[in-house]
């Protein structure tokens, strides 16, 4: 077969298969009842990334857009902290023709915010994500009305179910491939594809941006370093081919990354540093720049709007007053505070930033430009108010979203100038030590999720989890080569501690145990007239039970459930197996669980408790049941 005839049937099949892992990835993200499509979609994707003949860019990169999907879909992502802010945004707009939300909140399930003096709920969040989601909530609703057509009524058509809240993770997720792709050839431009591709993918993965593209993606942060890397990208091309469209273009991102997060505006400062520079040099016209101006104050429009119907003000702090003192009190601890501070949660940024003052002899104007936006963006955060500064429910200091392209740029430049220092192999141990931070911001999601930490990261703690994950996916290994067997034997040699030589009688006392407690535990809870206890939080809580050989078990489980709680019953399960279900009422009982041999192995397993109410607590979470002790009996 010739080339030629080979192209011919490549291009179109290819083409084919990239719209049908689009299609598939797509229904894996926003159908949770559909986890079946994630493989097929994943198939389908490097399928028609194999099959593109050269030259076909858009079919690659719609490939790796349905794998992102696919990923995104396995990760499972979480509708929590100011998500429902910018959700009510997308929700009251298309079903309602308004911005009054208190419908909203109603059918979120959650109190609304204090009303403004419009008499309409406030919102202090941006406008951006929802304008940047609307084409994909259309499509979930588009699902939503074909699914119930055919009879399977698994969501409401009403914007609230599973699907519309889930279109934000193809919107951010979309959004935010197309900034890499968009800084990635910027920065191969500038530093040689190899070094400026390294760069980018270490900041995606060893910053908040892979927390909130994949786990969280229904807040800002991801689409607005998306925003902000293609206005990086914008600026870039500005000084390669100055023109009106390419000003024009900086322009219009500018506004789209401040609608996205008004915070982002400091980019202005990088803006006006390269307009001056330009203008100077006789390389940018007045007219060129004042339409940028234009462009970016029309872009950010839409936000103005929205301020003012909820404010009765086009500008306005929408948190209130007393929310910024700009005297920045906390400058230095949301830079270096284990409490969500930059450098303590993201080690690579100190690498970027060493890398920006590198890049100083490169890009004199760039570099000064981005200087500036790094130290507006700390002193901003920094000048948040006392309650507030350290963002709240958040992953790492997520409040510097909108610095991140620039920490590409500057790990970029610091890898391109040791390239000469490293004769052989000159990018093997910079792409080890980035892939080093890369696993560990991935640990430190891993931990995060599990609740070990929520809001600071005290570093013993974060590092005896990170050698945990290491461990735990050592073991996991051993298991898929050896079985059962192997992972004894690697549990043998990598921890070897068991329950009844951690606790000889088999008894272990929630309150006071710490080492086998997995997720879902609240901290000790002190009662004078009762048993020291744990709360067990919704939906589930397990406990690691370590030992040396497989026996017939009875485990014996001291439990009670709170009375707001009522009624409830536990759904214990061993290794993923169930065990039983029973109800729990409020006084103190014993549930005694039997485990036959087959279900026991050598080294780790996992009794977990699942329940079917919880009740609102102190702690970080729902509280199921108050658990005392846990006592496993050879039978």
């Not at 190899?194 to 229904?218: D, E, S």
């Not at 909820?310 to 306005?316: A, M, N």
């Not at 490169?362 to 507030?388: E, H, P, Q």
């Amino acid at each position: 077969m010739s080339a030629t005839t080979s192209s011919g049937w490549r291009g179109p099949t290819s083409i084919v298969v990239a719209v049908a892992a689009l299609l598939m990835a797509a229904v894996a993200v926003l159908d949770p009842q559909r986890p079946g499509a994630v493989l097929p979609a994943l198939a389908l994707a490097g399928a028609a990334a194999a099959v593109a003949p050269r030259g076909q860019r858009l079919v690659r990169c719609a490939a790796g857009l349905s794998a992102a999907w696919a990923t995104a879909a396995c990760v499972g992502p979480e509708f929590r902290g100011d998500a429902g802010s910018y959700f009510v945004y997308l929700r009251s707009a298309a079903f309602d023709r308004d911005l009054d939300f208190t419908n909203d909140w109603e059918g979120l399930e959650r109190p609304a915010p204090p009303p403004t003096a419009t008499g309409r709920p406030a919102n202090t969040q941006s406008v951006g994500p929802a304008l940047a989601w609307a084409p994909f909530f259309g499509a979930a609703h588009v699902y939503v009305l074909v699914e119930r057509a055919q009879g399977r009524r698994y969501y409401a058509a009403d914007g609230f179910s599973a699907p519309y809240r889930r279109a934000a993770v193809l919107g951010t997720v979309a959004g935010v491939l197309a900034g890499v792709v968009l800084l990635g050839r910027a920065l191969a431009r500038r530093f040689g594809p190899r070094v400026g591709w390294l760069a980018l993918a270490a900041t995606v993965t060893a910053t908040p941006v892979l927390y909130y593209t994949f786990v969280v993606p229904a807040m800002a942060h991801g689409l607005t370093f998306a925003a902000t890397a293609a206005l990086l990208a914008a600026c870039v091309r500005v000084r390669e081919q100055p023109g009106r469209s390419t000003w024009a273009l900086v322009g219009i991102l500018l506004g789209a990354a401040a609608l996205v997060r008004w915070q982002s505006a400091v980019w202005g400062l990088l803006v006006a540093v390269l307009a001056l520079v330009e203008w100077r040099r006789g390389r940018a016209r007045p007219s060129w720049i004042a339409g940028a101006a234009a462009l970016a104050g029309l872009a950010l429009l839409p936000q103005l709007l929205a301020w003012h119907a909820l404010y009765g003000r086009f500008l306005t702090v929408p948190q209130g007053p007393g929310y910024m003192d700009w005297t920045a009190p906390h400058l230095g601890d949301v830079l270096l505070s284990a409490d969500h501070g930059l450098f303590a949660w993201t080690p690579i940024a100190w690498l970027g930033l060493a890398g920006l003052a590198v890049s100083w002899r490169r890009d004199r104007t760039l570099a000064t430009g981005a200087w500036l936006v790094v130290a507006a963006t700390a002193w901003v955060n920094g000048s948040v108010t006392d309650w507030d500064w350290a963002a709240g429910d958040a992953f790492g200091a997520r409040r510097f979203d909108l610095a991140m392209a620039l920490v590409a740029w500057g790990l970029a430049a610091l890898l391109a100038a040791a390239q000469p220092w490293l004769v052989r192999a000159p990018l093997l141990l910079p792409a080890a030590l980035l892939l080093a931070l890369a696993a560990w911001n991935v640990g430190l999601v891993a931990l995060f999720r599990e609740g070990r930490f929520a809001s600071a990261a005290p570093a013993d703690l974060v590092a005896s989890g990170q050698a945990r994950l290491l461990r735990d996916g050592m073991l996991a290994a051993a298991g898929r080569i050896a079985g059962t067997r192997g992972r004894a034997l690697a549990y043998k040699h990598l921890s070897g501690e068991y329950l009844f030589g951690l606790h000889p009688d088999g008894i272990v006392e929630l309150a006071a145990e710490e080492r086998l407690l997995r997720e879902g535990w609240s901290a000790r809870a002190n009662r004078s007239d009762t048993p020291h206890f744990r709360w067990a939080l919704a939906p589930e809580a397990c406990l690691l039970i370590p030992l040396a050989s497989a026996d017939d078990l009875v485990v014996e489980v001291l439990a009670r459930a709170p009375r707001r709680a009522l009624p409830q019953s536990v759904d214990a399960t061993w290794n993923g197996a169930a065990l039983a279900t029973a109800p729990l009422t409020p006084e103190w009982q014993t549930l005694a669980l039997h485990v036959p041999r087959d279900r026991v192995r050598g080294g780790e397993n996992q009794l977990c408790l699942a329940f079917t109410n919880a009740a609102d607590g102190d702690e970080n979470g729902r509280v199921a049941a108050a658990v005392s002790t846990v006592q496993v009996r050879i039978d």
